[in-house]
C-alpha cells in the first residue's frame, strides 16, 4: 500500500484534505483528478490525521494514520461557550487533598486525554512518570526540601524570590508545602535536547490540570518539584528516567478535601491591540 489511498467512489475531489495538510503533502495532477501524494511524503508526514479527519466523505487514508482510530466527533458532547467559560474561570489549583487514593484507571484517562494536547510538528514527545505511592511523593518532597537548602546557600536571590526560607522552615515543622500531602503526583518528560519538550510537556499537564477538574479530581502544579527535577542530582537520580530524557514539569493529585464557590478575580487582561 502507498502513503495515500483514496476511494473513488466516495471522494468528492473537494480538495479539503489538500487544503487542511499542514505540511502540503497532498497535489492534484489536474484541476479535477484525485488526491496524490508528493513524493517522499511518507518521510515527511507528521501523521496529524488532519486529512482523514477533515475529509466529510470518509474518502482518504494514509499509511501514516490508524483511521480506526480516528473517532467521529459527537457535537452533543461539545460544551457550549459559555460552559467553556465557566469551566475554565472556576477551575483552582488543589493544595489540601483527601487521604484517598485515585484509581490507576483515572490517573491513565487523565494521561490519555493529555496526550491529545498540541505539540510542534505533532512530534508528541511527552512521556510520563507516575508516582503513585503516598510515601514515595514524600521522599521525593524530601529531596526537593535538600535543594532548596541548597539553593539558600548558593543562589540566595533566587531563593528569596522562589520564598524557599518558608517553603524549609514549613517543612521542618510538618508541614509539606512542596507536595502538599498529595497522594500522587504526574511528572512530564521528555527528552532533554529536542526543543518542543518544555512547551509540550506544559500544555499536556495543563491539559492533564483541566481534565481532573472536569471528573471532580484535585490537582496542582508542582512547581518546586519541576524546577528541582530538572537541575537537583539526587532527585534527578531517584527519578531514574530514560537516558536522555529530563523532567520539564508536575503536577500534584489527588481528591480534593474543598469545593469551591466562588470565582476569584484575575487582573484585567492586558493587551496591545494593533
Ligand atoms: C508553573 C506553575 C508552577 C506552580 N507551582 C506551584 C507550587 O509549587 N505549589 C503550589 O501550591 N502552587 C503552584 N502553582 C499554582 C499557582 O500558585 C496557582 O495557579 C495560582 O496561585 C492561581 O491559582 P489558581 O490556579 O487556583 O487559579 C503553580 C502554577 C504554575 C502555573
Redesign the pocket.
Known amino acids: 500500500m502507498g502513503f495515500l489511498t483514496v476511494d473513488h467512489d466516495k471522494c468528492k475531489r473537494d480538495r479539503v484534505c489538500a487544503a487542511e495538510c499542514p505540511m502540503k503533502l497532498i497535489t492534484f495532477k489536474e484541476p479535477d483528478s484525485f488526491p496524490g501524494s508528493v513524493k517522499g511524503a511518507e518521510e515527511i508526514c507528521v501523521s496529524c490525521g488532519h486529512c482523514v479527519a477533515v475529509c466529510p466523505n470518509k474518502a482518504i487514508s494514509v499509511s501514516t494514520v490508524n483511521t480506526v482510530e480516528c473517532l467521529p466527533i459527537n457535537p452533543d458532547l461539545l460544551p457550549k461557550p459559555e460552559q467553556v467559560e465557566h469551566f475554565l474561570k472556576s ?3 488543589i ?1 489540601s487533598f483527601k487521604n484517598k487514593t485515585v484509581d490507576r484507571t483515572i490517573l491513565a484517562k487523565l494521561i490519555d486525554i493529555a496526550s491529545y494536547a498540541p505539540s510542534g510538528h505533532n512530534i508528541q514527545p511527552v512521556h510520563w512518570l507516575v508516582i503513585e505511592d503516598k510515601n514515595e511523593v514524600h521522599r521525593i518532597a524530601g529531596l526537593v526540601v535538600d535543594w532548596t537548602h541548597y539553593m539558600i546557600e548558593n543562589m540566595p536571590e533566587y531563593a528569596a524570590l522562589m520564598h524557599l526560607e518558608a517553603i524549609c522552615s514549613a517543612w521542618d515543622q510538618g508541614s509539606d ?2 507536595c ?1 500531602d498529595a497522594p500522587h503526583i504526574i511528572i512530564a518528560h521528555a527528552p532533554e535536547d529536542l526543543s518542543m519538550s518544555q512547551g509540550s510537556c ?1 500544555i499536556a499537564l495543563s491539559y492533564l490540570e483541566l481534565a481532573a477538574y472536569s471528573m471532580g479530581i484535585g490537582a ?7 524546577a528541582a527535577a530538572g537541575l537537583y542530582p539526587p532527585l534527578i537520580q531517584e527519578l531514574a528516567l530514560p537516558e536522555g530524557h529530563k523532567a520539564f ?1 508536575a503536577m500534584m493529585i489527588g481528591h480534593p478535601k474543598y469545593r469551591y464557590h466562588k470565582i ?1 478575580p ?1 487582573t484585567a487582561p492586558r493587551i496591545i491591540w494593533r
Open positions: 477551575r483552582r489549583s493544595r508545602r512542596i502538599r506544559t496542582c502544579w508542582a512547581g518546586y518539584v519541576g514539569g476569584p484575575r
